[in-house]
């Protein structure tokens, strides 16, 4: 979360082969805080727009956030995101 914070690693970090799917892995840990980290992180990340498609594209990426919406629950700094 902090390297995405910095708008100039945020191309790096989309590009390098491991991290999106990592983060896509966490969009289903059950932890609160790990899920608003990976959040705050992808919206770090997407605040570059050619990221996004390349975010959307990563397999398991919509359908985690899809789930994500509608799992019960969500704290509402989660929701805030």
């Excluded at 191309?11 to 609160?32: A, M, R, S, T």
């Amino acid at each position: 979360r902090d390297l995405a914070s910095e708008p100039q690693n945020r191309e790096v970090i989309v590009q390098d082969q491991g991290c999106l799917p990592g983060l896509v892995l966490f969009l289903d840990h059950k932890n609160p805080e790990v899920l608003f980290a990976t959040l705050q992180t992808l919206r770090y990340l997407a605040e570059r727009p050619p990221n996004i498609p390349i975010m959307k594209n990563e397999l398991g990426m919509m359908v985690s956030l899809e789930n994500l919406i509608q799992r019960e629950g969500p704290t509402v700094d989660i929701t805030a995101l």
